[in-house]
């Protein structure tokens, strides 16, 4: 369910559960809590409490445990300060989501959910706004039901099946489907127009920024480009992509940037980018940027690997750039540098952008590579033509 329509005046505050993985280790969990809450803050929510819970097989019926679900109840009722909803951080099925809210009395969002109203807080253009419409109708078309069964009671208890809620639901399920075709209608229509705009620059070699959410990939476009872009402590605060013409050491190239990535990131969401991801699945080169002060950083790596294959950009050469090196100790740089070094199949460049460090060696790293990716270009050109 969404929660921006019960936006007040006041910030909602929310009940945070975490489910850990069956191998997670105590800093692992650690992470992913910080990242989970950072999402709650950024979808503009409070933090009312936040509890982990270790792994169980899924329960049909309420996704937790019934023991979980009770403790959940006696938090709640127990709880001093104001809670509006409860957050479970997995996928939940709308069957699920009816029980858990049965019993707990409180609004249940999963994380999918979340995640969706953090893109509808940050669309800004027509396209982000299409893109996030049409993720938030394909959610929402399978909970209808859900909805009218509450509805339903709230009416005194009057049925679906053969009365007037049943027919309600159906023409809402219609409409729902109207408009989700009419939203893919207009985002083939983005796409067409990108697509011409891609083959009037052919001629650039391109290069995209990749990388998980919110670790400096803005901050690096403002810093090679020299152009206005929006940076925010906040996770994924840029939906749309942004290209601009770069030229370092008369290597004139295209330098975009556009969504992060991020665990468990909804495939509908994926799924609705399919046009602004094309600036990804196109460039000559990647890079991809990290947070190396993050202990997770080798994971969040792993995750835009993984996010880059299900994209159909898995094959295009990467530079891995290592970002916020200001804010580790020399020993930790160190330990950084030689555990990746170690282990990593790409080249790689460790510096600050906030802090403009090392970027010399940044620039001559992308020169380089863009350089040899013309001279295979103008390889293959000549043996063609041979």
Do not use: C
């Not at 370092?248 to 399919?274: C, E, W, Y």
């Not at 190396?292 to 993984?306: H, K, L, M, N, W």
């Amino acid at each position: 369910m969404s929660l921006s329509s019960n936006h007040d005046s006041q910030t909602l505050r929310g009940l945070v559960i975490r489910v850990e993985g069956i191998s997670e280790g105590p800093e692992q969990s650690e992470e992913y809590l910080e990242e989970l809450l950072f999402l709650v803050r950024s979808a503009g929510y409070e933090v009312a409490r936040a509890i982990s819970f270790g792994w169980r097989r899924p329960d049909p019926a309420t996704f937790l445990t019934s023991g979980r679900v009770e403790e959940v109840k006696g938090i709640l009722a127990q709880q001093s300060e104001k809670i509006d909803f409860v957050l479970v951080d997995a996928e939940v099925s709308p069957v699920q989501v009816r029980n858990l809210e049965k019993a707990w009395g409180k609004p249940v969002v999963d994380r999918e959910g979340l995640i969706l109203e953090i893109f509808a807080r940050s669309a800004r253009t027509a396209q982000a706004k299409a893109q996030v419409e049409l993720a938030r109708l394909e959610y929402e078309l399978p909970r209808l039901a859900h909805q009218w069964t509450h509805l339903s009671r709230e009416r005194g208890g009057i049925g679906l099946r053969g009365g007037g809620g049943e027919q309600q639901l159906e023409i809402d399920r219609r409409k729902m489907r109207e408009r989700i075709a009419r939203l893919r209608k207009v985002l083939r229509e983005f796409e067409r127009q990108a697509e011409i705009r891609r083959k009037g620059r052919d001629s650039l070699p391109r290069v995209a920024l990749v990388g998980y959410t919110n670790v400096g990939k803005s901050t690096l476009m403002r810093l090679i480009t020299k152009a206005p872009v929006l940076v925010e402590d906040r996770l994924f605060a840029t939906l749309d992509t942004t290209t601009r013409k770069v030229v370092l050491s008369d290597m004139p190239f295209l330098l975009s940037d556009t969504v992060g990535f991020i665990r468990k990131l909804p495939p509908n969401l994926l799924q609705a980018f399919h046009t602004t991801l094309a600036e990804v699945r196109e460039a000559d080169l990647l890079l991809l940027v990290v947070d190396a002060s993050s202990p997770g950083y080798i994971e969040q790596i792993r995750t835009v690997e993984r996010t880059l294959e299900t994209i159909g950009a898995g094959d295009i050469p990467i530079l891995v750039v290592m970002n916020k090196m200001d804010r580790l100790s020399p020993q930790q740089r160190e330990l950084v540098e030689e555990s990746w070094r170690a282990q990593s199949p790409y080249p790689t460049v460790f510096i600050s952008a906030a802090q403009r460090e090392n970027i010399e060696a940044l620039y001559s790293a992308i020169i380089n590579l863009l350089r040899s990716f013309l001279r295979f270009q103008g390889r293959v050109k000549s043996e063609t033509e041979t």
